[in-house]
Structure formats: C-alpha cells, structure tokens
Nanobody
C-alpha cells in the first residue's frame, strides 16, 4: 500500500487549501473502495491527532471538533483518491498532514478515528498558516 499526499503549502489565516492523497498498490488499488480512509495531523512538538475520516462510499464522515464546519473530507473511488478541503484556516491548523488507511476493512459505515486502527501512512504534507 502506497499513499502519496500532496497539496500542502503556506496560506494566510482565513485562507483555504485542498489536500489530496493518491492510493496505490497491486491489491489495494483494486480494493480501495472497500476501505475507510483518514486524515491525521501532527503539529510541532505535539502528538499526531485525528482530523477526519470517511467510509467506503463516502456517505459517512467523522471530524475532530476543532475542524468541524471548516474541513470537508471526500473520496473518489474511481481514481483511488481521498481529499481534504480546508477552509477558514487558522494558525493552529499548522501541521504536517498525513493520509492513512486501515488494515481492516471494517463495515461499510465505518469511520475509524483512532490512530491505532490505521496501518498505512503517507509521507505527510506540510500546511503552514500564517497569522
């Protein structure tokens, strides 16, 4: 399983960014639509934390309280991608953002939020929000 995140950058407070994650792998690329996906972030000096997750078909989502109403997770199963639209960004959103995939498929409505439920991680993309 390979996860390639992109889209990070420098943005001013109140701005927007869209992160994308492309999933690949000989088996995973064929079964991507049967796995929930998640985004996590790690700010400098802090532990990695959950941001958002999405179910197999994208009809169920979960968000950290700190990003609700500002971030939107989505997926395109035809292209094996998952995205994170981030609006009204704040300096406290500054972090390296990681997309992640679990080793277990779970149920169609599963939106895992615990880091320990994810086995595969992208390399991370840095988001910096200036004040």
């Amino acid at each position: 399983v390979q996860l390639q995140a992109s889209g990070g950058g420098l943005v001013q407070t109140g701005g927007s960014l869209r992160l994308s994650c492309a999933a690949s792998g000989r088996t995973f690329s064929r079964t991507f639509m049967n796995y929930p996906m998640g985004w996590f972030r790690q700010a400098p000096g802090k532990e990695r934390e959950f941001v958002a997750s999405i179910s197999w078909r994208g009809d169920y989502t979960a968000y950290a309280d700190s990003v609700k109403e500002r971030f939107t997770i989505s997926r395109n199963n035809a292209e094996n991608t998952v995205s994170l639209q981030m609006n009204n960004l704040k300096p406290e959103d500054t972090a390296v953002y990681y997309c992640a995939a679990p080793s277990a498929k779970g149920w169609p409505n599963t939106t895992p939020q615990k880091e320990g439920m994810y086995s595969y991680w992208g390399q991370g993309t840095l988001v910096t929000v200036s004040s």
